[in-house]
């Protein structure tokens, strides 16, 4: 039996909703792309609803369910996957929280929830909060991201995610909250509870009189002098990609988020030089990432985060405009593909323009490849999508369309 | 309200992928279907995916899907339906296993796993294995299959099947093993395990010795001297058809699994005679049967294997002969059915005349009776069946779309 490979190709927020400005065309109809249009004549549409009908959803819980996990079941809440987008290492059982580094005055009153957007030097802090240490056995984990942004995690026995988020009161001019058990009586929950705001606590004494913030209040800007954790979830107890699906897999992706999930589900992530994750990508370095990929794994993702940064700046000419490098970069791949590898192409979810935001429309799926069934199409778009031959279904059974195109997935049931 | 009967008849395996030796035509596409097609021009067409987009599907789980249960819920490995297939009686809670006679030596090493393929005399041992009689209190139940294999029934009070799968060592050369709870503490998989290894002694005890063992041993053969169970689950607490859907239903199927599958669910399972489970079955027989079925049922089930085997022998012109010969008995039963039957045409799953085996694709669903609102659909096969008005759902509604369109249906809700 002949076994193929698979490239999953995402344009992230790439699919979209009738625009006014391009004569009630998408984007994508709008765009010119003639090599998608020619695999869409070679293979068959159909519309996707990455996770269900109608809902809007993130590029974290699509492409958990376009992997094959279903995100009902097992997302957990931004904090462990905000900790895997940052480069952390993430272990199952984690807790993991999104924080801001804030500024507080003596009396715990939040100055500043953004600490006057910091930008520099929020490393050393990280720095400081790593030296902290454990706190009654548990370990406290802690990364700098963009700005005021950072990544925490907790590590240990007896840990729960059965607590309040009100630690950050999501205001200015009001008190550091104290976190609780949710349900009272929850030990573990209670015993968590306690552990973070020691740690909280713990961070305004090593940051208050950082030699950063000394120099930042001596030039008039508010201190970073307290981390307000939230969001908290427990890292979800996945099975691995390759114990899920019996294949190995390698990740072409540019957004930290996407790259850390992939980590986390031991997809190989590869790197490609001058991948941005913004509209002057290097897609012809993304390209041969992608090759590189498909030489060493059956199955391979690749997102290009353009698409959905142009329709969040509500931008129609600089998302077509994406569109149509990302058909030049399908077109080159091509030749290397045809009659080995089945590709899917698709958008991990819709971010229209016109909202500039995530919508919950349904995203248009091409499948092109060795013994796909061909359908009527003409072109590679929501409309055409909508008659296509695929049909529409959920994005949680995309992992198995495709191991099943591949030959390679095992049998459910004699 | 009138009410109409239904006939669902299932081509096994008769879906299939384009295939270049027909010029990028399906099977079905190839074949001369004149009676379907004329079906499908006064009914109408969708794709079905019997268990879940791109899942690859035994018979088994399909047809528990078809028949209105979901088999991600009740399916519990091949070990309870392997006893339902070979004609067993299996109740509600028993635990079932697959086994194997094999050959081992003094020290339990497995010589052979499948005693030399042993063709002849499996009943006698098997009626020694029965005369073990309880162990522990637990019942002990055995039939002998094709060849080497036998399937093993455990009943009694206390039986879990939360054991390990060690028994059979899959490898000649090696120790039988010794199987265990689980979860150590798990007290009635602890017991379970016990019993089982007790058998698994005892069978070595009866059969050493027997007879049959002696004559092969003095023909130089090796003696199937123990029985290796395997595959072990619980037969699952299902309601019966009837009482699921509310009508009786009657049965026309090849294959002893499904036979089997059938019997636990409560359907009337009836004979055509000539009817062979290969390419030369009588399918002027089944045609008689299955009107004879729908004189006693309102519902029936009819299974005709015969795509499945050519599928499976790779041979593209015998699956093509096989659904023109569908065909034919199709057309003969139409007249019969006009306007009285619903009738469901479809397969379990997908058997690619390429890959040899069951693929996880999409197969053509066609609608032909009263009441059924018409598409635009000329013929039947996979590609009209991916344009068609009924678009595309699970297995698991199908019965239910057929005691809708039967107005036998109790309504969910007020």
């Known amino acids: 039996m002949r076994k193929y490979k698979a490239l999953m190709l995402i344009g992230d927020g790439m699919a979209d909703r009738p625009l006014a400005e391009l004569g009630g065309k998408t984007c994508l109809e709008a765009a010119r792309t003639p090599h998608l249009d020619q695999a869409a004549k070679e293979g068959a549409l159909g519309l996707l ?12 819980t699509s492409h958990l369910a376009l992997l094959g996990y279903d995100p009902r079941a097992t997302y957990t809440g931004r904090g462990p996957l905000e900790a895997m987008g940052v480069g952390m290492e993430v272990r199952r059982g984690d807790l993991g929280f999104r924080c801001n580094f804030s500024t507080v005055d003596d009396n715990m009153t939040v100055i500043d929830r953004r600490a006057g957007r910091i930008r520099e030097g929020t ?50 001019g009001r008190p550091v909250g104290r976190c609780a058990a949710l349900e009272p009586g929850n030990k573990e929950a ?10 909280v606590r713990r961070s305004y004494e090593v940051l208050k009189d950082h030699p950063l913030n000394k120099e930042r209040q001596a030039a008039g800007e508010n201190p970073a002098n307290i981390i307000l954790p939230r969001g908290g979830g427990t890292a979800p107890h996945l099975k691995f990609f390759h114990e899920v699906h019996g294949i190995s897999a390698g990740c072409v992706v540019e957004v930290g988020l996407i790259r850390g999930l992939a980590r986390y589900l031991g997809m190989d992530v590869m790197d490609a030089p001058g991948a941005t994750g913004s509209l002057d990508t290097d897609l012809d370095s993304i390209r041969a990432t992608v090759l590189a990929a498909l030489d060493k794994h059956p199955f391979v993702l690749c997102n290009v985060k353009g698409p959905d940064v142009a329709a969040h700046n509500g931008d129609a000419p600089a998302k077509i405009k994406m569109i149509e490098a990302i058909d030049g970069m399908f077109g080159a791949l091509m030749p290397a593909l045809k009659g080995e590898v089945v590709v899917a192409v698709l958008a991990d979810h819709a971010t229209a323009v016109s909202t500039r935001d995530h919508t919950g429309d349904p995203v248009p799926l091409l499948l092109w490849g060795p013994e796909v069934l061909t359908d009527t199409s003409e072109a590679y778009h929501e409309r055409a999508a909508s008659h296509g031959g695929l049909n529409r279904f959920a994005g949680l059974h995309l992992s198995h369309v495709l191991t099943n195109l591949m030959n390679v997935q095992e049998k459910f049931g004699a």
């Open 49 to 60: 609803d990455t996770v269900a009908p109608g809902l809007r959803v993130g590029s974290d």
């Open 123 to 172: 490393d050393r802090l990280a720095e400081a909060i790593n030296q902290i240490g454990p706190i009654e056995g548990v370990q406290v984990l802690f990364k700098e991201s963009t700005e005021h942004r950072g990544a925490l995690i907790l590590r240990g026995e007896g840990l729960s995610a059965e607590i309040t988020d009100n630690i950050d009161p999501h205001e200015d």
């Open 190 to 199: 209670e015993f968590t509870a306690q552990v973070l705001n020691e740690l």
